[in-house]
């Protein structure tokens, strides 16, 4: 069967895992897209060393927070990664890179311009828009750069960005808004404050990175894998049908294309989710994050039963593959478990351990981001290793990593300043420890995925898995943290509470290991069973 997982004779499939190497370019393309994750995420992330001086001055508590960080950036993030991720898989993908750049520093830079939480919102949307480009086209470039046997650690190299960008934010943030403040306590320059000046100055360099970007060469899809894939003769086709497909209500319209079975079962999906959405606003009064959590999850649910219909091969091999689904989910759960402690860790120091912003973006920003590299690149290397054992081992990472973190969360959110000056070192070493144990699964499931789909499918595929991190971990995580912070009026008891998530992650990651063996093996038959013509 191993012949078919890559299309190939079998001395070339037994060969891949330790003949084949990367070129030189390979790395240096590499090494840009890096450059572009910690970017990515230093955009993202600035936003929670700046929430205290946010919360201040704009009346938002830490359930807005939440949302900020959270769901106003991921369901717009998600959504727009599916159209966004087709295109990766049929343009130019440096090109769409380029312009995804550009697209969300300039926003970054925006959000220094906000006036209140809605100004903020629509901005942070705007962000989640530009980075949708970012993964789709980095994780397909890199599976067309990187043969298989290497293609978890070239992943796992490129996701170290992400804790990189993330601690990196937090130091430049902390650095920007205290020096600032100190400065100008009634306002500098415009009447700007620190939190506002410390988005303008993280979002204009992305423009200039941008520039440099645009002269990376377009790989062969599938080359490396010895199935080369033709350039798409309708490259934008695709992208929107996607986007027809997935943006209210032109899902509608779409479903009724497909004849009155599809639409009942459109409507009925819209109603369902739109009675839950009321339910939670009852409970919560938070009317912005669950109506967005309604319209992601039916815009979702809109995009995936059109699939089937346009796409069968694609949709079999993601939506219909119990294997990938179960590895997006249980993902996902790390995701949700790491998303809120990291979110809430700047906060915490600030405003319950009593540090100032400078210190709490050097220590914990710079903490955070040594044990996010040394987690996601040692996580990487175990499971290309765990892979040539057993083609489910790379499960076993991704379960390492929402287990492993548990004590350490738990350890770091008790810590109280009764301590003294030993509190902040305690919590500091022990988000720090969390974060490098979770961040060890990220370049595992991303592999996981990669090697589940043709080389065609790979930027859907990513959108996807994108879809879990970010419609499941970002968008409830913080959020669920931030409102049970606002509920009983401890932060502490907010983060705690998402360890909830660990047993249904542990039961998905169980019925993954079991079923991605097969679905590896089977991935070019069950492709030309649904209609693949290859």
């Not at 937090?170 to 650095?175: A, D, F, H, V």
């Not at 459109?266 to 309604?294: F, P, R, Y």
């Amino acid at each position: 069967m191993a012949d078919s997982i890559n299309g190939t004779a079998p001395d070339t499939a037994q060969a891949a895992p330790t003949e084949q190497k990367a070129s030189p370019y390979a790395w240096y393309a590499l090494g840009i897209l890096f450059l572009v994750y910690v970017l990515n995420f230093i955009d993202r992330q600035i936003i929670t060393i700046l929430a205290p001086d946010i919360k201040r001055d704009l009346g938002l508590d830490d359930a807005d927070i939440g949302f900020l960080y959270g769901t106003a950036f991921a369901v717009f993030y998600a959504l727009f990664g599916i159209p966004l991720g087709r295109l990766a898989d049929s343009w130019h993908r440096v090109r769409l890179l380029t312009i995804g750049l550009s697209l969300w520093s300039a926003m970054t830079a925006v959000s220094g311009l906000a006036k209140n939480g809605t100004h903020l919102a629509l901005a942070r949307m705007g962000v989640g828009i530009g980075e949708a480009t970012a993964s789709p086209s980095a994780y397909s470039l890199i599976s067309d750069l990187f043969p298989k046997n290497m293609r978890a650690t070239a992943l796992a190299i490129y996701s170290a960005g992400l804790y990189f960008g993330g601690g990196i934010s937090l130091m430049i943030g902390g650095l920007i808004v205290q020096g600032w403040n100190d400065a100008y306590p009634g306002g500098g320059p415009f009447g700007l404050v620190g939190w506002q000046a410390a988005f303008m100055a993280v979002g204009i360099p992305g423009i200039l990175l941008a520039i440099w970007v645009a002269t990376l060469r377009e790989p062969v899809r599938g080359l490396v894998d010895g199935v080369p894939t033709e350039p798409s003769p309708t490259p934008f086709k695709g992208f929107f049908e996607e986007l027809y497909a997935v943006i209210p209500p032109f899902t509608i319209l779409s479903a009724a294309s497909r004849g009155m079975k599809a639409l009942a079962v459109n409507l009925g999906a819209a109603v369902l989710l739109a009675l839950g959405a009321l339910i939670m606003i009852e409970l919560t009064g938070a009317t912005l994050q669950w109506s967005c959590i309604a319209f992601g999850y039916y815009a979702v649910f809109s995009w995936a039963t059109s699939l089937r219909n346009r796409d069968a091969p694609t949709f079999q091999l993601i939506w219909g593959s119990r294997a990938f689904l179960a590895t997006i989910l249980g993902y996902g759960t790390v995701a949700f478990l790491s998303y809120a402690s990291t979110a809430f860790a700047p906060v915490y120091a600030q405003e319950v351990l009593g540090e100032n912003a400078g210190s709490v973006g050097f220590w914990v920003g710079g903490s955070a981001a040594m044990g996010g590299f040394l987690g996601v690149i040692l996580g990487g290397r175990m499971s290309d290793a765990l892979r040539l054992r057993n083609e489910g081992g790379r499960i076993l990472v991704v379960a390492f990593g929402l287990l492993a973190p548990v004590v350490p969360i738990i350890l770091a959110y008790t810590t109280t300043p009764e301590a003294g000056s030993g509190d902040f070192v305690r919590f500091t070493v022990f988000a720090a420890l969390a974060n490098m144990l979770a961040s060890s699964a990220l370049g595992a499931a991303a592999a996981t995925t990669q090697d589940l789909v043709l080389p065609r499918m790979r930027g859907t595929a990513t959108a996807t898995f994108f879809l879990a991190t970010t419609l499941i971990g970002l968008a409830l995580g913080p959020y669920m943290a931030g409102q049970v912070s606002a509920m009983t009026g401890s932060l502490a008891t907010g983060v705690l509470s998402t360890l909830l998530i660990v047993p249904p992650g542990v039961i998905a990651l169980i019925f993954a290991y079991r079923l991605v063996p097969q679905a590896a093996a089977s991935v070019v038959e069950r492709a030309r069973g649904a209609g693949e013509a290859i």
